[in-house]
């Protein structure tokens, strides 16, 4: 199995013209849809969070529980673009399941990042599957029942953290993805 060097920059200078531009589009979308999930969390975690701890932000609550309804839906949306250009561009790489399968590929510096960024993004669905789905809206039902409560401020902060984690796993990925690409492993 090939391994790409570093310098090699794909194999998209040995592609066809029409094959090379659904790869440069499909590497697009893949950035386009990681910024917009990375971006959006952030917005959510560095400016409507902050404001909602304000004084006199009695609005606050529905404001959280509509945006976080609403960027959930870009999110998920984000996720599938992630996936379906990722296995692309990992496909256009010359990677494929079989390369998965391939002791001598997984021991590779390229192999084992390629493997732990499959395997963190499977943790961020996991983490934002009980985020959205799940600890978010208990929170934000606690919230508008309960708004004082202990139980409420802890399911709360679990919500947030596991948030604030899936922030993280999310630059980490981008990390990755550079790596991978730009080489440095």
């Given amino acids: ?21 659904l790869y440069l589009a499909s590497v697009w ?4 849809a990681a910024t917009t999930w ?7 975690t560095l400016v409507v969070v902050p404001w909602l701890r304000g004084p006199g932000r009695a609005t606050g609550i529905a404001l959280l529980r509509d945006t976080g309804r609403r960027f959930r839906s870009i999110a998920w949306i984000c996720f599938g673009v992630i996936l379906v250009t990722g296995l692309f561009n990992l496909s256009m790489r010359g990677v494929s ?13 390229f192999g084992q990042a390629v493997l732990l960024k499959l395997g963190l993004f499977a943790l961020v669905l996991l983490l934002s599957g009980l ?8 929170a934000a039902r ?3 029942d309960e708004p004082g409560s202990a139980a409420t401020l802890g399911m709360r902060r679990r919500a947030s953290w596991m948030g604030r984690l899936n922030l993280l796993l999310g630059l980490a990925l981008i990390l990755l993805g550079v790596t991978i690409v730009r080489g440095g492993l």
């Fill in 1 to 21: 199995m090939h391994e790409p060097e570093l310098g090699d920059g794909l194999e998209a200078a040995r592609l066809s013209g029409a094959l090379r531009g």
């Fill in 29 to 32: 979308l893949h950035i386009v």
């Fill in 38 to 44: 990375v971006g959006g969390m952030l917005f959510l």
């Fill in 97 to 109: 399941f079989a390369s998965l399968l391939d002791a001598n590929w997984r021991a590779s510096p």
């Fill in 131 to 138: 985020h959205d789905f799940v600890l978010g809206p208990r």
């Fill in 142 to 144: 606690s919230l508008e």
